[in-house]
C-alpha cells in the first residue's frame, strides 16, 4: 500500500502570490510565445525523463528481487529499497485514500495557520528528498568512483527486545559512496530549504518520480487499468467538481510538482511566472508504463514493442493536455487525456499482435505471496 499525494493538474497561465501558476485563477501574467514554448517543452522532457530511466531500473530492480537481492545496486541495502507490489485491492482504495488525503490537506489549510503548515512539509519533505536523491544518484556515483577508492562499509541496526524475543528495527547498509551522495543531496536539500528556487524544487521532484516509477510495481495489467481508471475519476472530479484541489496546490509548498518559469528568457533563474506539471501525472502513468516494460522483457523477443507504444502514447496525451489547456484557458486534469492514451496504445498494438490475453495474463508476484506459496508445498505433503 502506498501512501496518497494530492496530484495537482496541469494550469493555465496564471500565478499565486508566490509566483506559481494555480489551478483555475485568473490569469495575471502573459507569457511570451517563446515563453510558452520553452516552459511547457521543459516540461514534458522532464517528465519523460523519470519515466524512462524509473522504467529500466524498475527492469534491474525486479530482477534483483527475483534473486533475493533487495539492494541491487543502488549501493543502500534495506527493505525500503525492495519494490512495493500493487495489488488490484490496493488499486481499488488508492482514489479514495488521495482524495482523503487531499480533502484532509484542504481542512488543515482552513483550519491551521498555512506557514506552519508549510514549515513541517517544508522539513518533512527535506528529509525524504535527501534520501530520494541519494537513492538516485548511487548507481551513477559507484561507476564514477574509481576502483582505487577507499570504499569502507558500515551498517545501521535498531533492535528491540533481547534474546529470544529480538526484533529487527532497521538494518541499514551502507558504504563510503552512499555517504557522498547523501552529502551531496544534503547541499541540495538545505538549499531547497532556505531557499525554495525552482531548481532544486525539480532536483528533488525527478528524484521523487524517478523512485516513484523504479519501486511501485503494478503486480499485473488489469490491476494497472483499476488504478488509472480510478484516478481518472479522481482527477476530474477534484479538478472540475470542487475548488479543494485549487485550494490546495495555491497552498501547498513541497516539490510535489515540477515547475519550469515562462519568464525565464527575461528574468533568468529569478524568474518567477511558472507553468508546473503533478508528479502524479508523471507517477501514475510511469508504473504503467514500467509494467510494460517488464512484459516486454518476459516475453523474451528482444523488443521493447509495448514500452514504446505506451511511451509515444504518455507524449501524446500530455502534449494533448497542453494543447487543449492553453486552447480553453482553463485547468485541465491531466490524467483525463493521459489514462486513456497510455491504456489505449498499448492495447491496440496487443490486438494487432493476437498477444492481448498474454499481455492480461502477465503477473508479478509480490514478496508476500511467494512465502506463502512455498509454506503451503510441505503442508500438501503432509497431508497426502
Known amino acids: 500500500m502506498t501512501e496518497a499525494e494530492p496530484v495537482p493538474a496541469a494550469v493555465p497561465n496564471a500565478t ?28 514534458v522532457v522532464m517528465a519523460l525523463l523519470p519515466i524512462f530511466f524509473g522504467a529500466l531500473r524498475s527492469v534491474t530492480c525486479s530482477k534483483s528481487k527475483e534473486l ?47 506557514e506552519y503548515i508549510n514549515l513541517l512539509l517544508s522539513v518533512y519533505f527535506f528529509v525524504l528528498g535527501v534520501l530520494a536523491l541519494a537513492h538516485t544518484m548511487s548507481p551513477a556515483m559507484s561507476r564514477i568512483f574509481p576502483e582505487s577508492f577507499p570504499n569502507k562499509q558500515y551498517q545501521l541496526l535498531f533492535t528491540q527486545g ?52 523504479e519501486l511501485l510495481h503494478l503486480n499485473n495489467v488489469s490491476t494497472g487499468c483499476i488504478l488509472l481508471g480510478g484516478l481518472f475519476i479522481y482527477d476530474v472530479f477534484w479538478v472540475f467538481g470542487t475548488n479543494v484541489m485549487v485550494t490546495v496546490a495555491k497552498s501547498f509548498e513541497a516539490p510535489i510538482k515540477l515547475v519550469f518559469p515562462q519568464d525565464l528568457l527575461e528574468k533568468g533563474l529569478e524568474a518567477s511566472n511558472f507553468a508546473m506539471l503533478g508528479l502524479g501525472d508523471i507517477v501514475i502513468p510511469g508504473i504503467f508504463i514500467a ?20 511511451f509515444l502514447a504518455y507524449i501524446f496525451g500530455l502534449g494533448l493536455t ?23 496504445f498499448p492495447v491496440v498494438v496487443a490486438l494487432c499482435k493476437g498477444e492481448l490475453t498474454e499481455m492480461f495474463r502477465y503477473e508479478e508476484s509480490s514478496e508476500e505471496e511467494e512465502p506463502k506459496e512455498e509454506s503451503s508445498e510441505p ?6
Open 322 to 344: 497542453i494543447f487543449v489547456m492553453h486552447t480553453f484557458k482553463h485547468a485541465q486534469p491531466a490524467l483525463l487525456y493521459l489514462v486513456p492514451a497510455c491504456v489505449g
Open 379 to 384: 503442508e500438501k505433503k503432509k497431508d497426502q
Open 291 to 310: 509494467l510494460l516494460l517488464r512484459f516486454d522483457v518476459s516475453l523474451k523477443k528482444n523488443s521493447r514493442t509495448y514500452f514504446y507504444s505506451s
Open 16 to 43: 499565486d502570490s508566490n509566483g506559481t501558476e494555480v489551478l483555475n485563477a485568473t490569469a495575471k501574467f502573459v507569457a511570451t510565445p517563446e515563453g510558452t514554448a520553452l516552459a511547457y517543452g521543459s516540461l
Open 68 to 114: 533475493g537481492d533487495g539492494g541491487y545496486d543502488s549501493g543502500f541495502r534495506n527493505s525500503a529499497d525492495a519494490p512495493e507490489t500493487i495489488t488490484s485491492r490496493d488499486a481499488a482504495r488508492f482514489p479514495i485514500i488521495a482524495s482523503c488525503t487531499l480533502f484532509g490537506l484542504y481542512l488543515f489549510f482552513k483550519v491551521f495557520s498555512q
Open 162 to 213: 533481547s534474546g529470544e524475543s529480538k526484533e529487527e528495527i532497521v538494518n541499514y547498509e551502507f558504504d563510503t559512496k552512499n555517504l557522498v551522495c547523501l552529502l551531496i543531496s544534503s547541499v541540495v536539500g538545505v538549499w531547497y530549504l532556505l531557499k525554495k528556487h525552482w531548481i532544486a524544487n525539480n532536483v528533488f521532484g525527478l528524484a521523487f518520480a524517478l523512485n516513484g516509477v
